[in-house]
């Protein structure tokens, strides 16, 4: 006899176990080496780390191969990996100021002190395949060792000699230095720790852009559109977007002192908005931040614009778009939390339908049942629910 | 899974574990009360039951004895997933006996035997607050928790009676705990409300996602919310289960061919195995 639901023990092993061959593909064609994804899909390993949480390129690049380029999949594996780490200690803030650049661009000023280095950006490429890239060699673009580099990479090389141990002046602080910046958000003791303290409303700033670094670019980016055109009046400008190496300093007690631990790849953004002023305060501008491990330049960006909307509540601004109702934001820009709530539906639910269905045939015997009363159901009808009818009508009466 | 030494007991650190079973303490002083705890990710998705996972992760002892339900059913392939989970994190012993089980984790059921005072039930919870489809807002459902400000609840379930005659919500039915707070019990039908009533055993809820813990300690006063017009009541079906003959059991409806028959049976499997089981044993002693 049939019997409901049974197997699913083995059922899941022959799934697995195909997967993983899916997983492999066509034997004869080489494997790709974590290496190689970390080397040449970068910003693929840079997304996942920015929204895994997790500095750790060999593990990013392994959760993309194991995850088949699956991003979401692959943040995934590699924050319930972080989750399991234990923590030795909190780092000294990164210094951002201090950047070793590799690209920094400002779109309100023309030129800056220490310039715009446009580093290894896709800007200004023309969005054409190029096909020498499917064949075995290399396109010549991607060398600039030759005498005949293009001037893509001449722009790069200049960038890099401009690269120095000089810190780059930071874009906002001119403005401050005009007092037209409004300072605020002074964060008041430590820091809270969304990974260890769930979320509360109001959220602090501090909670907030923690849990927007995290966030998942496509909502961020949509969520920024939607205040640039229309739902959001924030006029955002890109003061600074700046990509480059930061160390990552320790203080350790019994030493007295700060320990470096290494550099990290960060990405930064300032954006720089309007504000019209109040009665209290005169008008200035405003900012929005965003940050992210590696070059993850579009989620700083969409990043920046959208903290700068969940600022409205304090800035006294009114509340009446998606992007600045920060419960909307918060509770839902997570992709682990999204997308297991999403895909849960694929779970038994046999249960809940049961019980619903039930509920529907009761509420249409009763429909019919009332109908009939009325005297305007066909005698077809009346057949199909005439059995069905008396007990709720009984009870009913 | 990879690497198993490279994880703690039950995956999850000492410390993490700890914060939980702090959170747990908190929930039980307090009957259906939701406490924020800091909810960490689990290598299964949101959703999915990380809720249940963590807090059983943080309850389960060496000498435990796990058995891990979802629809009823020790088979289906979320409860494997999770009893495998901590069969490799935890090496504990697991089981599909309800009556062997020290834990139980479970996804929308309460096994039919009645639960004893030496066992916990942990429910996977996907939404832990009752009012998040009257009021969005989180900020505003804490206050009306606080304020024990019900009363649009009770307007929500007379509008149903004004529009059908009936309450329709049928699972994650509503109920109010210790005549104080209002608790979504998870979405385990109605039909098996009046279990939390008076429990013998420790009810323990985990929403993971919303990062909320709740509890219904043992002998705890719960009812299920109604109107003396319109009392509660559970489901009931014309049918009888196709294998054991229950006709006291939660049924499952399952379709056998393309015609559209169908066939009713037990969801709470281990239970109708055994009633199966004590027919084929009766059955053999009369024939001996």
């Not at chain 1, 590799?102 to 000023?109: F, G, K, P, V």
């Not at chain 1, 700033?205 to 959001?232: K, P, V």
């Not at chain 1, 509920?359 to 059995?387: A, I, P, Y």
């Not at chain 2, 700890?18 to 998705?45: N, W």
Request: charged letters at 25%; hydrophobic letters at 35%; glycine letters at 6%.
């Amino acid at each position: 006899m049939y019997v409901a639901v049974k197997g699913g023990e083995k059922a899941i092993d022959e799934a697995h176990q195909f997967l993983a061959e899916k997983r492999r593909g066509e034997t004869r064609i080489e494997a790709l080496s974590a290496e190689q994804i970390s080397q040449q899909l970068g910003l693929g390993v840079d997304r996942v780390m920015t929204e895994g949480s997790l500095y750790d390129r060999e593990l990013a690049a392994l959760a993309l191969k194991q995850a088949m380029g699956d991003s979401v999949e692959a943040i995934f594996l590699l924050r319930a990996y972080r989750t399991t780490l234990p923590r030795f200690g909190t780092s000294t803030p990164i210094e951002t100021d201090a950047m070793r650049v590799e690209r920094r661009i400002s779109a309100t000023y023309k030129d800056v002190p220490g310039g715009q280095a446009l580093g290894p950006t896709f800007d200004y490429t023309h969005r054409l395949l190029d096909f020498a890239l499917l064949a075995e060699g290399e396109s010549k673009l991607t060398h600039h060792d030759s005498s005949t580099q293009s001037v893509e990479s001449k722009l790069a090389d200049n960038a890099e000699s401009s690269v120095n141990d000089e810190a780059y002046q930071r874009v906002s602080n001119f403005l401050r230095q005009e007092a037209l910046l409004k300072e605020q958000f002074k964060l008041s003791g430590k820091a809270v720790d969304i990974t260890r303290e769930p979320l509360k409303y109001p959220c602090p700033r501090d909670g907030r852009l923690q849990t927007l670094a995290r966030a998942d670019e496509g909502f961020l980016i949509a969520l920024a559109y939607s205040t640039q055109r229309g739902y959001g009046r924030t006029h955002p400008f890109a003061g600074e977007i700046r990509m480059g190496y930061v160390e990552v300093n320790l203080f350790i007690e019994e030493l007295g002192f700060d320990l470096c631990l290494g550099e990290i790849c960060v990405t930064e953004c300032d954006m720089i908005n309007q504000f019209a002023g109040n009665e209290q305060e005169p008008p200035q501008f405003t900012s929005g931040y965003g940050v992210s491990f590696g070059f993850c330049e579009r989620k700083t960006m969409a990043m920046a614009l959208v903290d700068r909307s969940l600022q409205a509540e304090e800035l006294g601004e009114v509340v009446d778009t998606p992007a600045a109702q920060a419960e909307f934001v918060l509770s839902h820009c997570d992709n682990v939390e999204a997308s297991g709530f999403v895909s849960h539906l694929k779970l038994p639910h046999y249960v809940d339908f049961q019980s619903e269905l039930a509920l529907v045939r009761k509420m249409r015997e009763e429909f019919f049942d009332s109908k009939e009363r009325e005297g305007q159901v066909t005698s077809n009808d009346t057949d199909l629910e005439n059995s069905l009818t008396e007990q709720t009508g009984a009870s009913r009466a | 899974m990879p690497n198993q030494s490279e994880y703690n007991f039950a995956y999850l650190d000492e410390q993490s574990k700890r914060t939980i079973r702090r959170g747990l303490l908190k929930a039980v002083a307090i009957p259906g009360h939701q406490v924020p705890f800091a909810g960490r990710e689990m290598p299964m998705p949101y959703g999915w039951g990380t809720g249940g996972v963590q807090v059983t992760a943080s309850i389960l002892g060496a000498d435990d004895c796990l058995k891990v339900i979802d629809q009823g059913s020790d088979d289906t392939t979320n409860a494997v997933s999770i009893r495998r989970f901590f069969d490799k994190t935890a090496l504990v012993e697991t089981t599909t006996d309800t009556e062997a089980a020290t834990v139980i984790q479970t996804r929308h059921r309460i096994p039919e035997q009645p639960l004893t005072n030496n066992q916990i039930l942990v429910f996977q919870v996907p939404i832990p607050e009752p009012l998040r489809f009257i009021e969005p807002s989180e900020s505003e459902t804490m206050k009306m928790h606080a304020l024990e400000e019900y009363g649009v609840m009770h307007v929500k379930l007379y509008e149903d009676i004004a529009h059908h005659g009936h309450i329709a919500t049928t699972y994650a039915y509503p109920v109010h705990v210790n005549g104080r707070y209002v608790m979504d019990p998870s979405p385990i039908p109605k039909f098996d409300n009046p279990k939390m009533h008076m429990s013998d055993a420790l009810l323990l809820f985990g929403a993971g996602r919303e990062k909320r813990l709740y509890a219904i300690p043992p002998y705890t006063d719960v009812k299920s919310l109604d109107f003396d017009d319109h009392p509660f009541e559970i489901q009931q079906w014309d049918q009888s289960c196709a294998l054991c003959g229950c006709e006291h059991s939660f049924l499952d409806e399952v379709i056998v061919n393309d015609e559209g028959e169908r066939m009713f049976v037990c969801s709470d499997s281990h239970f109708c195995q055994q009633r199966v089981n004590a027919k084929l044993n009766m059955s053999e002693a009369v024939e001996v």
